[in-house]
C-alpha cells in the first residue's frame, strides 16, 4: 500500500514538473492580438492532454477527531466543486469556442470570438495546474493534512489577478456580443439552443462563463469552514489565514472592477434607449459622465389628503452631474421571440427617460421641511403626475411626509382625541354622579388615544427611512414663475436611502467650481476655455544655475485619473518642456 501510494506522489510530481516545463507564461497581449497564439498570453499547450490522475481522497483511517473529520469532507468539497469547475472552462472551450471558430459560414467572427472567450484558456492552464498539485495533496492528506499553502503558493500570483481581471473587465464585452448576435444571427442563436440540449445538465453558455465570477467566492466559502475547524496550533492554520487574506483581497478587487464594468453597461444601455439627436444623448456619449449610483425604485403619486394614486418602478440613475429618471420596459414588441433568448442570455430590461435634470437644482426634501421653505422664493411645488397645475391659493397647503394609510389613521386619532377632549369639559359640568361617565375615566381615554399617536408617529416616520423626497425644477408657468415638482421615491430599505442622499450631497459638492482644478487651455483663437479635469499641479520646486547659459527644463505633472482611452490606475505622467535664458 506504501510502495503505490509512493508511486502515485512521484507520478504526480513528474506530471506536474512536465508541465511547469512545458507551460511558459508570455508577456499580456491584446485582447486582439495579431494572431490567435499571440492573443492567449500562454503558449499553445494543452494540459489536459497530460491527464494528471483526479484528485481521489483514500479510505478514512481510524481513530480520527471530529474535526479531522470535518476537514476531510471539506477537503472532499474543495476537490469536488474544482473538478467542475475545471470540466465547466472545458466546455466553453471544447463545446462553444472550438465549434464556432471551425464553422462555415461563420456564425460569429474569429475577431469576436477572441473577444467572447477572452482568457478563457488562461484561467483553465491555472486551475489545471491547481488540480494536479491538489492531487497531490490529497494523497498525502492523512500524513500532513494542509491546504493553505497550496492556495497560497496557487493564487498570490499576479498573474492570476491579470488574468482574472482582463476576464472579469471583458464580460459585459463579451455578453454583448453574444446578445448582439442571438438578436441578429439565427444561425448563433440555433448553435446556443442546440448546445444547451445536449449538454448533460443543460447549463447555458452563460451559465458556464459566470462560474469565474464566482470562483473565488466559493473557495473563501470553503476555506472559512476549514479554517473554523482547524484547532489553534495546527500547521495549516496560519497558512489558512493567509490562504483566506489573499482570495479575499483577490476577491475584493475583482469585484470593484465588476462594478465598474456594469456602471459602465447600465450607462450604455442607458445611452441605447435614448434618440440619438437629443442632447441628452450627446452628454452621455461625450465620456465625461461617471455612474455614481443606479437602482429600481419604486415611484409614488399621492393626492392632496395624501392617498396613494399610482406607483411604479422606475430606474434612477445618478451620474456625476445628472439625474435621469427612466421607465423601465419589461415587454419588448417581439416579446416571445426575446423571452427565448433571454433564456440564454439575460438581455435586461431596455429604458425609456422619463425625465433628466441638471444635479445642482436638485434638492433633498427630508422629513420636516415643508413646501413654504421654498415658497419664500416664489416658487410654486406641485406634484410629480398631478394632472393640473396648483393655483396660487394651494401653494401653501401641508406636504404630507407619511403613507397614505397611516397619515389618514393617525388624523383619525387626532379627530377622535378632539372629541374626547370636548366630551371630558362636557362631562367636568355634571353635577351628579354616573357609573363609566366621571373624569377619571374620560382621563383614561385621552391618555389612551394620545399613546396610540405616539406609536402612529412613530410608524409614519419609520416609513419615512426609505422614503426619498426630490424637488426639480419644472417649466415656468405662464406668468413666468418657477415651478418645482416633488418626486416621491420608495427606496428598498433605509440604507439605500441613506446612500442616495449621501451620494446626491457629495456629487453636488464635487460640481462646485474649487473642487474641480484643471488646466485653461487656449484655443487656435487664443480665447480660453472651460478647464478640463483634472490634472493638477501637485508642487513646484526653484531651479538654479550657476552659469549664466539658457536653462532648458522639463516638467511632470502627474494625472491621477485613468484617460479615457484606458490609462493605468497609477496614473500616468505628462511632460512639458520650456527654456529659460
Known sequence: MKAAKSGTKDGLEKTRMAVMRKVSFLHRKDVLGDSEEEDMGLLEVSVSDIKPPAPELGPMPDGLSPQQVVRRH?????????????????????????????????????????????????????HSMFQIALSSRVAEWDSTEKIGDLFVASFSKSMVLDVYSDYVNNFTSAMSIIKKACLT?????????????????????????????????QFILLLQ???????????????????????????????????????????QQLTKSVSDRSSLNKLLTSGQRQLLLCETLTETVYGDRGQLIKSKERRVFLLNDMLVCANINFKPANHRYVLEISSLVPLGPKYVVKWNTALPQVQVVEVGQDGGTYDKDNVLIQHAGAKKAPTSGQAHNKVYLGPPRLFQELQDLQKDLAVVEQITLLISTLHGTYQNLNMTVAQDWCLALQRLMRVKEEEIHSANKCRLRLLLPGKPDKSGRPISFMVVFITPNPLSKISWVNRLHLAKIGLREENQPGWLCPDEDKKSKAPFWCPILACCTPAFSSRALSLQLGALVHHPSPSPGGGSEHGRWGHNGGVLG
Not at 472551450?93 to 465549434?99: G, S, T, V
Open 74 to 126: 471539506i477537503l472532499g468539497s474543495i476537490v469536488q466543486s474544482e473538478g467542475s469547475y475545471v470540466e465547466s472552462l472545458k466546455r466553453i472551450l471544447q463545446d462553444y469556442r472550438n465549434p464556432l471558430m471551425e464553422m462555415e459560414p461563420k456564425a460569429l467572427s474569429a475577431r469576436k470570438c477572441q473577444v467572447v472567450f477572452f482568457r478563457v484558456k488562461e484561467i483553465l492552464h491555472c
Open 225 to 267: 469552514d476549514m479554517l473554523k475547524n482547524t484547532p489553534r496550533g495546527h500547521p495549516d492554520r496560519l497558512s489558512l489565514q493567509l490562504a483566506l487574506t489573499e482570495l479575499e483581497t483577490l476577491a475584493e478587487k475583482l469585484n470593484e472592477q465588476k462594478r465598474l464594468a456594469d456602471q459602465v453597461a447600465e450607462i
Open 185 to 217: 444571427k439565427p444561425a448563433f442563436l440555433e448553435f446556443l439552443k442546440r448546445r444547451q440540449v445536449c449538454s448533460p445538465d443543460r447549463v447555458t453558455l452563460y451559465g458556464l462563463m459566470v462560474k469565474p465570477i464566482q470562483r473565488f467566492p
